[in-house]
């Protein structure tokens, strides 16, 4: 299985803030990677799709990038509403998820 | 709009078979446009891919856990479904029931999900 390091796992932020999450892909993904939101009790909901594909009524503040083994998820300016988790997935192969980070108020 | 619905069991003995069903509406499991996901989720913990069936019932699953799973479609009522046999406490998880993006895109580009549902596996 091709693992998805994702770092951190948690961080703290204000409002405001530019939010930077990275994933580390254990071999060439290409851009098959998505980034996911996942507020607690709730399912995980798709932002970015082929690596920096904005999903549709997404905001603008939510981007990626990155190709290869090495993708990086921004959030420019983190709103109340983005207090959460997020996922990387690849799916270039066996679909795998990162671990997650959580994105707490500080 | 297309909603899924995850039902079944909250609670399978260790041993036996956990079986879940997707209802999927406002659309058809028979669309040639989609793929059927089972995606399960550790409590606390990350995401864990299952398998998924096409329409046609083409079936392709996470060889960590081909042995024991079956994903079958239902096109009476409109359901697809998961079997995943000789369950132990490592099972229990909330599972999802997920819908690619239907087009070209990539079976698992996982677009739409059901809202999960909790299974414990314990005598």
């Known amino acids: 299985d091709i693992q998805m390091t994702q770092s951190p796992s948690s961080l703290s932020a204000s409002v405001g803030d530019r939010v930077t999450i990275t994933c580390q892909a254990s071999?060439?993904?290409?851009?098959?990677v998505n980034w996911f939101q996942q507020k607690p009790g709730k399912a995980p909901n798709l932002l970015i799709y082929?690596?920096?594909n904005l999903e549709a009524g997404v905001p603008s503040r939510f981007s990626g990038s990155g190709s290869g083994t090495h993708f990086t998820f921004i959030i420019s300016s983190l709103q109340p509403e983005d207090f959460a988790t997020y996922y990387c997935?690849?799916?270039?192969?066996?679909?795998?998820f990162g671990g997650g980070t959580k994105v707490e108020l500080k | 709009q297309m909603q899924l619905q995850e039902s079944g069991p909250g609670l399978v003995k260790p041993s036996q078979t956990l079986t879940l069903t997707c209802t999927v509406s406002?659309?058809?499991?028979?669309?040639?446009?989609?793929?059927w996901n089972w995606i399960r989720q550790h409590p606390g913990k990350g995401l864990e891919w299952i398998g998924y069936?096409?329409?046609?019932?083409?079936?392709h699953y996470n060889p960590s856990l081909r042995s024991r799973t079956s994903i079958s479609l239902d096109t009476s009522t409109n359901q697809f479904s998961l079997r995943l046999s000789s369950v132990t406490a490592a099972d229990t998880a909330v599972y999802y029931c997920?819908?690619?993006?239907?087009?070209?895109?990539?079976?698992?580009?996982?677009?739409?999900w059901g809202q999960g549902t909790l299974v414990s596996v314990s005598s």
């Open positions: 071999q060439d993904v290409s851009n098959f």
């Open positions: 406002g659309g058809s499991v028979t669309s040639g446009a989609y793929y």
């Open positions: 997920v819908r690619n993006c239907g087009g070209d895109c990539s079976p698992t580009l996982f677009h739409h």
């Open positions: 997935q690849q799916y270039e192969n066996v679909p795998t």
């Open positions: 069936i096409y329409y046609s019932g083409a079936t």
């Open positions: 082929g690596a920096s």
